[in-house]
């Protein structure tokens, strides 16, 4: 079977990764969250290794750290992918993710804008940051995090800044991308919006 890249982008707790499991496998195809490539490194760079270098040796196994879904963590995975030579590290493993036979789900920050252009589908998930801080709030007083509302808010907001405003592959719809806003979607509706979304194209 030929590749068919899927790219789903949009900012963070927007729904991006649930509705990117869903879609890889409702259609039997690879999913790959890149984030978690930042998070790992993040994760490296928080135990004193250089982020650079830790793009550069990065391993599947560290992507297997339970530690990687922390709120540290992701505040040090959004200021390593500000450092173009991270990206650049870490560009060649998820393109040639993208293109494996049978197709593949990819979602992150920049997929559909720089990682795969030429995708065949093109998604961009988003929401309200205050729906996105409830979300968020909820998942991480699920993992017995000691947080409240507007911490998590201020923190959904400093990063959404970061990602928007970095020089290096900015955040940001690509031009050809279907827009999915799931503030007032559940689960099941958003992953049905992404579904028709994806065969509309396909069909198209």
């Known amino acids: 079977m030929s590749p068919f890249t899927i790219a789903i982008d949009g900012p963070a707790a927007a729904g991006k990764g649930t509705i990117s499991k869903a ?29 650079i270098e830790a793009a550069r040796k990065l ?19 959004s ?16 393109r040639a993710f993208a293109r494996r036979s049978g197709g593949a789900v990819l979602d992150g920050r920049d997929i559909g804008t720089v ?31 000691d947080t409240d509302f507007e911490a998590v808010l201020a923190d959904v ?11 290096d592959a900015p955040l940001r719809p690509a031009e050809d991308a279907v827009t999915i806003d799931t503030s007032t979607l559940d689960v099941d509706a958003a992953i049905a919006a992404a579904i028709a979304a994806v065969e509309a194209r396909r069909a198209g």
């Open 115 to 145: 990682i795969c252009p030429r995708a065949e589908v093109k998604l961009f998930v988003t929401a309200s940051a205050e729906i996105r801080a409830r979300r968020r709030l909820a998942e991480l007083l699920d993992h017995g995090f």
């Open 79 to 94: 200021r390593v992918a500000i450092i173009p030579e991270v990206r650049a590290a870490l560009l060649d493993f998820q």
């Open 23 to 51: 879609v890889a496998a409702h259609f039997g195809v690879a999913h790959l969250d890149t984030g978690l490539l930042y998070r790992a490194v993040g994760a490296r760079m928080l135990r004193g290794d250089d982020p």
């Open 157 to 167: 907001k400093a990063r959404d800044d970061r990602d928007m405003n970095r020089a």
């Open 59 to 77: 391993e599947a196994d560290d992507l297997e750290n339970p530690d990687l879904r922390t709120a540290e963590v992701a505040q040090a995975a």
